[in-house]
């Protein structure tokens, strides 16, 4: 199992098409190419975590966060980021970072926070929009069947709970190859009229190479009239935040009390109570003051994030009981999400790795302390 059979597993989780434009995601320190020997992985990629890493002869570390986040000058080992990446390359140890790929998956980071909770009900707070594309093509209506049923396989066609969606339009096409041309139906230098099938499905955007793959293997003509649009539909499963409720709801007291438990926190800073049961819980694992009229525009009675600042807790208007428990706090069952998703991937490799080889790190890379 090479570093991208892995890079491959996790963008099944989160694919990397959905990652923020400011953040730095994929593989950051080592080759795609290099043979796996264990997987360490880890909210933080600190020096610590690559001495954990080397002592689990682990040679590729799965981070939440991005090491590397803005551009390096020079690797001279001054800072903790250019001692992390020099130690990491002495020793060829590989580093991908997922972050906010795995904050906009459906199945991520604040599933987890909300699973952990126990919200039920769960839609994405913001869902993120230009992630799904439109195809248009055509193909003669005895191939017809034969294009869409490939292009479903590869993807195409889901539309929230609903799959093999289409739609389908006949019409008459007309072409005429040239001397070079090697035409499947009608002859070289004659326009042709042919009855086909006008089939137009959606996709998700990281789908498009296989998509377009499964089209032109599918379809029978030498060229393959077809068009991609991007379409501003948001997308109900991709987005940051998540908002779920309790089946029963709780008291603003045992409601911060459970939250406090839940993340294992030192402190839970949250703004004023506003007297009136917790029911709808809107989530962010990380830094999420900018989702906060978006929880209040959904009707959210709580907002559980991280790294709120002082003027941010008057923006809850007394409409809002915003809960702040800290950054690492928000986001530290990433860790295990990330070991469940891999450990059960990396079984339909060959060969697959030694059982016991996607390792939970045990470092701390909290930075945070409480006195």
């Known amino acids: 199992m090479k570093v991208k059979d892995v890079i491959h597993a996790l963008e099944e989780l989160a694919p990397l098409a959905y990652s923020e434009d400011f953040d730095n995601t994929g593989l950051l320190v080592g080759n795609a190419q290099n043979e796996v020997t264990g997987i360490l992985v880890t909210l933080d990629t600190l020096e610590a975590v690559v001495d954990e890493a080397i002592a689990h002869d682990c040679n590729l570390i799965v981070s939440f966060h991005p090491i590397i986040f803005k551009g390096l000058k020079r690797i001279t ?11 990491a390359i002495a020793h060829n140890i590989s580093i991908f970072a997922i972050h906010t790929a795995l904050d906009n998956a459906w199945n991520g980071v604040n599933a987890m926070m909300c699973e952990k909770l126990g919200l039920k009900n769960r839609q994405i707070l913001i869902p993120q929009s230009g992630t799904i594309q439109k195809l248009i093509t055509f193909a003669p209506h005895e191939a017809a069947t034969e294009v869409r049923e490939a292009l479903f396989a590869a993807g195409a066609g889901n539309i929230g709970n609903y799959s093999n969606c289409s739609f389908n339009h006949s019409g008459m096409g007309s072409f005429m190859g040239n001397e070079d041309s090697n035409p499947t139906i009608g002859k070289k230098g004659e326009t042709h009229f042919e009855p086909e099938i006008e089939i137009g499905v959606t996709f998700q955007k990281h789908l498009e190479s296989k998509v377009l793959q499964a089209l032109f293997s599918a379809h ?15 997308n109900q499963h991709i987005g940051m935040g998540m908002m779920g409720e309790f089946e029963e709801a709780l008291s603003e007291e045992v409601f911060l009390k459970h939250a406090k438990e839940v993340f294992k ?16 819980v809107a989530v962010l694992g990380g830094s999420g003051s900018f989702a906060i009229k978006a929880a209040q525009g ?10 709120l600042k002082y003027h941010d807790f008057f923006s809850a208007e007394n409409r809002i009981l915003l809960t702040d ?3 690492y706090e928000s986001e530290q069952y990433t860790k295990d999400l990330l070991v469940a998703h891999l450990s059960k991937k990396i079984t339909n490799f060959a060969p697959a790795l030694p059982e016991g080889r996607v390792v939970l790190s045990q470092v701390n890379t909290n930075p945070i302390t409480y006195y």
Do not use: M, Q, W
């Open 265 to 280: 926190t030192g402190c839970v800073r949250h703004s004023s109570l506003l007297g009136k049961p917790i029911k709808k």
């Open 325 to 327: 428990v800290g950054h």
């Open 220 to 234: 029978p003509y030498e060229e393959v009239a077809y068009e991609v649009t991007t379409l501003n539909n948001t």
């Open 298 to 307: 959904k009707g959210a009675d709580a907002f559980i994030t991280a790294d």
């Open 77 to 87: 080992g001054k800072t903790y980021v250019e001692r992390v990446v020099l130690k």
